[in-house]
């Protein structure tokens, strides 16, 4: 099966791109949103790419490139009740919410910001362009290898 690209959003003061480099791997977990869900649940698949966005940030942006290293399993943090991504449907015999591991492949020298983003053409149709608010997304291999040259380009 062909690679397929994805952008993840987090807030870099709750897990950034230094926080993935530092421990090499994570589980991506607290993901509540169907949508997002479903595209980790069921179609991630490890040696997938990823686009590393710092959400919540100023501006927000790209901050560099991860892999999917495992695919969908159940998020352990559902069943914890002190967790604030606990749900109490959930059980470990129908479990709601997945999770996917990644893998640190490079941090940017410079985040590419939303701003310049936006003001690129080439990137107009792109998911997180138009106004998308999920914290996973696809992204079409062209866009990922625009971004990557954007980064690399300065």
Known sequence: ????????????????????????????????????????????????????????????????VA?????????????????????????RETPRWFMVDIRFVEKFPQEVGLPEIRATPELAEMVLVNRSRLSVQPVTEAEFEHILGMAKGR
């Not at 062909?2 to 952008?7: E, I, V």
């Not at 790419?49 to 940030?57: D, I």
């Not at 969908?72 to 749900?87: G, L």
């Open 67 to 91: 892999e999917v290293v495992r695919e969908s399993y159940p998020d352990h943090t559902q069943f914890d009740p002190a967790s604030k991504y606990h749900d109490p449907k959930a059980t």
């Open 1 to 64: 099966m062909a690679r397929r690209y994805w952008l993840m959003k987090s807030e870099p003061y709750v897990y950034s791109i230094d926080d993935l480099e530092r421990d090499g791997t994570t589980y991506w977990d607290g993901v509540r949103n169907y949508a997002a869900r479903n595209l980790m649940r069921d179609r991630m698949r490890i040696g997938d790419r990823v686009l590393y966005y710092h959400s919540n940030a100023r501006p927000p942006g790209v901050a560099g």
